[in-house]
T-cell receptor, first 115, second 113 residues
């Protein structure tokens, strides 16, 4: 089937606004990850879901960031009171199971620009 | 504190020759290592991986070598092709229960025709 999809592909917003970024993982993948990639850097881990629950949110930079995955499939990353420093590409990845040695499959990302 | 380092931001090689991309890590808890390839405006695409119980894994033109004592891995591409031109990221997992990936900063490979 289809790979990981993310919408929108680009989002431009103003400082202080609220944004939602959506990820649709590969069908059947129970594990879902969000990463953030700043210019010239590799992706950095934000949060991990196993099923519906956020099993590890240690990478979220502060409490303005929140993510949900209510039905264990699609996930939404929510950013409140956006700041210019939030500008980055937000990547979503999924895998069959986090246990063992399984590669993660990435979506194309959402490029967020905060003016 | 960068746990995964790619010290060469860029590399240029001639078509048909070997490309060698290097990666170093510091966290001894890492037990699985991956290489991803990324084109502009696309997400990273999985290329090849290796677990810590092996020292070599080969897939077609791509071979990954792992030296655990040196905490070093490398990706060899032979022969290199112009379509291989992309940013290559080294990643590692195993230091957390989520098995999240820790990435290096990437190496831009340019294969010249």
């Amino acid at each position: 089937g289809a790979g990981v999809s993310q919408t929108p592909s680009n989002k431009v917003t103003e400082k202080g606004k609220y944004v939602e970024l959506r990820c649709d993982p590969i069908s059947g993948h129970t594990a879902l990850y969000w990463y953030r990639q700043s210019l010239g850097q590799g992706p950095e881990f934000l949060i991990y879901f196993q099923g519906t629950g956020a099993a590890d949110d240690s990478g979220l930079p502060n409490d303005r960031f929140f993510a949900v995955r209510p039905e264990g499939s699609v996930s939404t990353l929510k950013i409140q009171r956006t700041e210019r420093g939030d500008s980055a590409v937000y990547l979503c990845a999924s895998t069959r199971s986090p246990g063992g040695f399984n590669e993660q499959f990435f979506g194309p990302g959402t490029r967020l620009t905060v003016l | 504190d960068q746990q995964v380092k790619q010290n060469s931001p860029s590399l240029s090689v001639q078509e048909g020759r070997i490309s060698i991309l290097n990666c170093d890590y510091t966290n001894s808890m890492f037990d699985y290592f991956l290489w991803y390839k990324k084109y502009p405006a696309e997400g990273p695409t999985f290329l090849i991986s290796i677990s810590s119980i092996k020292d070599k894994n080969e897939d077609g033109r791509f071979t990954v070598f792992l030296n655990k004592s040196a905490k070093h891995l490398s990706l060899h591409i032979v022969p290199s092709q112009p379509g291989d031109s992309a940013v290559y990221f080294c990643a590692a997992s195993g230091s957390g229960s989520a098995r999240q990936l820790t990435f290096g900063s990437g190496t831009q490979l340019t294969v010249l025709p």
